[in-house]
């Protein structure tokens, strides 16, 4: 019998869950809205009936590993507990495994979000070559996640890989997290916009005060417009995009030498604006970065390249997850 896992990618927006096999081939998925001003329960109840709606279409064919979920936010793997997530009101504590488990009679493991999509590219996208390997999500903030030797790598509290709150500019912009000059304040979906907005105000970008007139928020890919067609304002905003990258990756290529740093995230289909600064601050900064341009022959070389999977990354490493993480002690006994 083949076997499969249950991947449920959580977020603040969007809510995915998928049925996903030993191949990373999707077999099954439904996507739905989190509608957190609906509350935590009827949340909790869609995701629970979404899992046994897909476990009962493959159980005659297919024997189910368990279920694994990404969360947006800081997790208490221990306890099995979200501990808080900004993007999830009321969710706080929310003793996710226990319930989940209760609620639906198999093995659940939780993850944070930025984590899965880590797994998931080491599994089917940019990493699928190496063990090892770190990945940015350049999103609404700024997220981060190891894989090392195959697996997520927590730290002692499991809050390794906030890499949206490393130092990049020394009291820089102020930042949610009590620090200043984070990577999050310069290199998101959030900082662009904020950077974008003073362009327009400015008088400095006739592009951008125009494409604010359809797009209120001005996301990144209205800023990467603008910057396509030359402007010089929202040109300036992803080199500063690339330059704050490129001071991040120094530092943890320098500490790690990993060999691969993978960029993820909305932000990221900018690549072609922010990667030109990006690779000249990790060449002027990083001794390790440039050794390995010398050794690029010997295949040992620090590779910095665009995520692969898009939006599929958190969902697919979310599945990924009882495949790698509990062996034989998985359990399935799946409560109609
Ligand atoms: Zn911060």
């Keep these: 019998m083949d076997e499969f896992a249950i991947g449920v990618d959580l977020g603040g927006t969007n809510l995915r869950i998928a049925a996903v096999d030993g191949s990373g081939e999707i077999l099954d998925c439904v996507d739905t809205l989190t509608q957190v001003s609906q509350g935590r329960e009827a949340t909790v ?83 699928r070559d190496v063990n090892d390997l770190c990945m940015i999500t350049l999103g609404t903030g700024v997220g981060g996640g190891f894989v090392v030797n195959g697996k997520p790598w927590h730290g002692v509290l499991g809050m390794a890989g906030e890499l949206g709150h490393m130092t990049v500019i020394p009291e820089g912009a102020p930042c949610g997290c009590g620090n200043h000059g984070c990577l999050e304040q310069y290199a998101s979906a959030g900082a662009i916009h904020r950077l974008a907005s003073e362009a327009a105000d400015s008088g400095r970008s006739p592009c951008l005060a125009q494409a604010r007139l359809t797009d209120p928020e001005l996301s990144a890919r209205s800023v990467h417009t603008c910057a396509s067609t030359g402007d010089a304002a929202a040109i300036e905003i992803f080199h500063a995009v690339g330059k704050a990258l490129g001071i991040a990756l120094a530092n943890l290529i320098n500490a790690f030498n990993l060999p691969r740093y993978i960029i993820g995230g909305g932000v990221a289909k900018a690549w072609d604006q922010f990667s030109p600064s990006m690779f000249h601050e990790l060449h002027e900064r990083s001794i390790v970065f440039r050794a390995g341009e010398q050794a690029k022959r010997s295949h040992r070389s620090t590779e910095v390249t665009p995520a692969l999977l898009q939006d599929r990354a958190g969902l697919l490493g979310a599945a990924r997850l009882p495949m790698i993480m509990c062996g034989t002690k998985c359990r399935n006994s799946m409560v109609s």
């Design 45 to 127: 109840a869609r995701l629970t009936d979404a899992v046994r709606f897909i476990c009962h279409k493959f159980s005659g064919t297919h024997k189910l590993l368990g279920v694994g979920v990404g969360l947006p936010g800081i997790i208490d793997l221990e306890a099995g507990t979200l501990h808080s997530a900004a993007n999830l009101p009321g969710w706080n504590d929310y003793p996710a495994r226990e319930d989940l488990e209760a609620k639906l009679g198999v093995t659940v493991i939780l993850e944070n979000d930025a984590n899965c999509a880590a797994l998931g590219e080491k599994w089917l996208g940019a990493g």
